[in-house]
């Protein structure tokens, strides 16, 4: 009995798990907060969407990993479809100008928030048969980002810039960690930077953006009114916050409180220390994701290994563009801060990544 606790055990990272548990009993808390002054419905169904996605954690800790391995060519198949049906007339749900949702009764797909985990499967499939070749081979590595284009551009015709863009970062730093060579990618990052400038010339939203990102004081009832309310929550929570429950800015002048800029809600009622003990408990938990890649590269599970390093990667990536919009370092983008904003499928997509990266560390120990 006793030498099968010690094993199970053994099978549990409890730094990752406790960091987990503290950052979501975080966001629960944040959209309590947030909820009693902007939509006192938002806790119950934040619960619901908990209980979800603790059962997703729980089915995904439970199944073996070969069997993503297994189907990682169809994981990508299904994120190609989930994202074409959204922008079918009729089909998707259009909402604030963009059609990113599909209506399933009483609950919303985003099919952008499966595709981050679909690809990121396919990506791990393919370079465990494959990642030998990256360097030296063209070919092998025109192939996943021939693939990943595929889902950017479907993304970028909800529109969904911002997960398009943390979505393909995060691709490209994980084929760079497989092997591929730095000079690879210079064409890609030119034409990457050209299409870039030219999405955003192109859309007169996306350059208000711009405009109120580089001088939002000048702009503070148009294009910078967002993060101008954001900038005020920073300065009014000083070093210790308000209190928590007794912030301002959510009540009716901070757009897409409870989401978007939940760091903002977080800065201004517990203060700069509470903000930066927030981004201490981030860091740590992608360190220990990316520790538990190498681990299982070092035992030779290869997919498991990659799979955690790109689910590591996206919500670093994820986390520092949140963050960044909040603080005014980075232009305005609808990205969630992982697992402390409301909603159901970021929070229900991102459990399930972490229970893939707890049945890595698990697989792992068997070695």
């Given at each position: 009995?006793?030498?099968?606790?010690?094993?199970?055990?053994?099978r549990?990272?409890?730094?990752?798990?406790?960091?987990?548990?503290?950052?979501?009993?975080?966001?629960?808390?944040?959209v309590?907060?947030?909820?009693?002054?902007?939509?006192p419905?938002?806790?119950?169904?934040?619960?619901?969407?908990?209980?979800?996605?603790?059962?997703?954690?729980?089915?995904?800790?439970?199944?073996?990993?070969?069997?993503?391995?297994?189907?990682?060519?169809?994981?990508?198949?299904?994120?190609?479809?989930?994202?074409?049906?959204?922008?079918?007339?009729?089909?998707?749900?259009?909402?604030?100008?963009?059609?990113?949702?599909?209506?399933?009764?009483?609950?919303?797909?985003?099919?952008?928030?499966?595709?981050?985990?679909?690809?990121?499967?396919?990506?791990?499939?393919?370079?465990?048969?494959?990642?030998?070749?990256?360097?030296?081979?063209?070919?092998?590595?025109?192939?996943?980002?021939?693939?990943?284009?595929?889902?950017?551009?479907?993304?970028?015709?909800?529109?969904?810039?911002?997960?398009?863009?943390v979505?393909?970062?995060?691709?490209?730093?994980?084929?760079?960690l497989?092997?591929?060579?730095?000079?690879?990618?210079?064409?890609?990052?030119?034409?990457?930077?050209?299409?870039?400038?030219?999405?955003?010339?192109?859309?007169?939203?996306?350059?208000?953006?711009?405009?109120?990102?580089?001088?939002?004081?000048?702009?503070?009832?148009?294009?910078?009114?967002?993060?101008?309310?954001?900038?005020?929550?920073?300065?009014?929570?000083?070093?210790?916050?308000?209190?928590?429950?007794?912030?301002?800015?959510?009540?009716?002048?901070?757009?897409?409180?409870?989401?978007?800029?939940?760091?903002?809600?977080?800065?201004?009622?517990?203060?700069?220390?509470g903000?930066?003990?927030?981004?201490?408990?981030?860091?740590?938990?992608?360190?220990?994701?990316?520790?538990?890649?190498?681990?299982?590269?070092?035992?030779?599970?290869?997919?498991?290994?990659?799979?955690?390093?790109?689910?590591?990667?996206?919500?670093?990536?994820?986390?520092?563009?949140?963050?960044?919009?909040?603080?005014?370092?980075?232009?305005?983008?609808?990205?969630?801060?992982?697992?402390?904003?409301?909603?159901?499928?970021?929070?229900?997509?991102?459990?399930?990544?972490?229970?893939?990266?707890?049945?890595?560390w698990?697989?792992?120990?068997?070695?």
């Amino acid at each position: 009995m006793s030498t099968r606790m010690n094993s199970l055990s053994d099978r549990i990272d409890y730094p990752l798990l406790m960091t987990w548990l503290l950052i979501l009993a975080l966001g629960t808390v944040m959209v309590t907060s947030t909820g009693i002054a902007v939509d006192p419905g938002l806790l119950p169904r934040q619960g619901v969407y908990l209980a979800l996605a603790l059962m997703a954690f729980a089915v995904a800790v439970l199944m073996p990993l070969r069997f993503w391995q297994a189907t990682h060519r169809f994981a990508w198949l299904l994120a190609v479809l989930l994202c074409t049906l959204v922008v079918v007339p009729g089909i998707g749900l259009e909402a604030k100008g963009a059609q990113r949702w599909i209506p399933l009764g009483g609950f919303t797909l985003q099919p952008a928030e499966v595709a981050k985990l679909l690809l990121l499967i396919y990506l791990a499939g393919y370079l465990a048969r494959f990642d030998e070749l990256i360097a030296d081979d063209s070919l092998a590595l025109v192939k996943p980002l021939g693939m990943v284009g595929v889902i950017f551009v479907l993304l970028m015709l909800q529109p969904d810039f911002g997960t398009a863009v943390v979505l393909a970062a995060a691709a490209c730093a994980l084929l760079f960690l497989a092997g591929a060579r730095l000079r690879h990618y210079l064409l890609v990052l030119v034409l990457g930077t050209l299409a870039f400038m030219l999405l955003i010339y192109l859309e007169p939203y996306r350059m208000a953006r711009v405009l109120g990102f580089l001088d939002p004081w000048a702009q503070a009832t148009g294009g910078g009114y967002q993060l101008t309310q954001a900038l005020i929550a920073f300065g009014r929570g000083e070093t210790f916050g308000l209190g928590l429950g007794e912030g301002i800015q959510k009540l009716a002048y901070l757009p897409e409180a409870e989401t978007d800029f939940i760091f903002a809600v977080i800065a201004e009622e517990l203060g700069l220390v509470g903000a930066v003990g927030v981004i201490g408990l981030f860091a740590f938990f992608i360190v220990r994701m990316l520790r538990i890649g190498r681990l299982a590269l070092e035992v030779g599970d290869k997919f498991a290994g990659y799979l955690v390093y790109g689910i590591a990667l996206l919500f670093g990536l994820q986390t520092m563009v949140n963050l960044g919009v909040n603080t005014g370092v980075l232009p305005t983008k609808g990205l969630t801060l992982p697992f402390v904003s409301y909603g159901g499928n970021s929070l229900i997509i991102s459990c399930v990544m972490l229970g893939l990266v707890c049945r890595a560390w698990w697989e792992a120990q068997d070695g």
